[in-house]
């Protein structure tokens, strides 16, 4: 993706349209706020800005903390960008390499939601105590606001019902 000094969007390639679901068409010319979430697209303004001033002429995805992008039909997302800035005909413009790194963080809530089942299990002091840890975990986790788990018993010839029911809470 390439910027301008007013922070319009100048070239759009395919990688970009994958990732956000746009046409380089429906984009060019746009602010770049377009492919951010509001509540950060001001404070992403100040950073392209105050990097612009900067003597330096790129910033390295490691040098940067994670940024959120906003795909055309409105999903936030986690990413990694590098961003250069060149000088053509004495204009400022910026080159950002942009990468989609949501099944990257995903995967590593996973790994974090199973060392905390694990310790939860660990911890418990009977089963049921842990199937019931475990099912507010995976609920809270999921999003879901029930969650239920079936378990063999007389001898596996009847199924019991194990539920849990997270409270209701207002979703803003």
């Known amino acids: 993706i390439v910027i301008d000094e007013e922070q319009n969007i100048v070239f759009f390639n395919k990688?970009?349209?994958?990732?956000?679901?746009?046409?380089a068409a429906e984009v060019l010319?746009?602010?770049?706020?377009?492919?951010?979430?509001?509540a950060v697209a001001k404070t992403h303004r100040d950073d392209v800005r105050g990097f612009a001033r900067s003597k330096a002429r790129s910033r390295l995805k490691h040098e940067r903390r994670g940024i959120?992008?906003?795909?055309?039909?409105?999903e936030i997302f986690p990413g990694e960008a590098s961003i250069s800035r060149i000088s053509v005909s004495g204009r400022k413009i910026?080159?950002?390499?942009?990468?989609?790194?949501?099944?990257?963080?995903?995967?590593?809530?996973?790994?974090?939601?199973?060392l905390a089942l694990t310790r939860a299990i660990a911890?418990?002091?009977?089963?049921?105590?842990?199937?019931?840890?475990?099912l507010r975990m995976v609920c809270e986790f999921a999003g879901c606001d029930y969650g239920e788990v079936w378990l063999p018993s007389n001898?596996?010839?009847?199924?019991?019902?194990k539920s849990h029911s997270l409270p209701r809470v207002e979703r803003c």
């Open 68 to 74: 959120l992008g906003r795909r055309k039909n409105g």
């Open 15 to 23: 990688g970009a349209e994958q990732i956000f679901g746009y046409r």
């Open 155 to 161: 001898g596996g010839l009847r199924l019991v019902l």
């Open 29 to 38: 010319g746009q602010p770049l706020e377009l492919i951010l979430p509001p």
């Open 123 to 134: 911890e418990s002091d009977d089963f049921d105590s842990a199937l019931q840890e475990s």
């Open 94 to 114: 910026f080159l950002a390499v942009f990468r989609d790194v949501s099944e990257q963080v995903r995967r590593e809530e996973e790994i974090r939601l199973q």
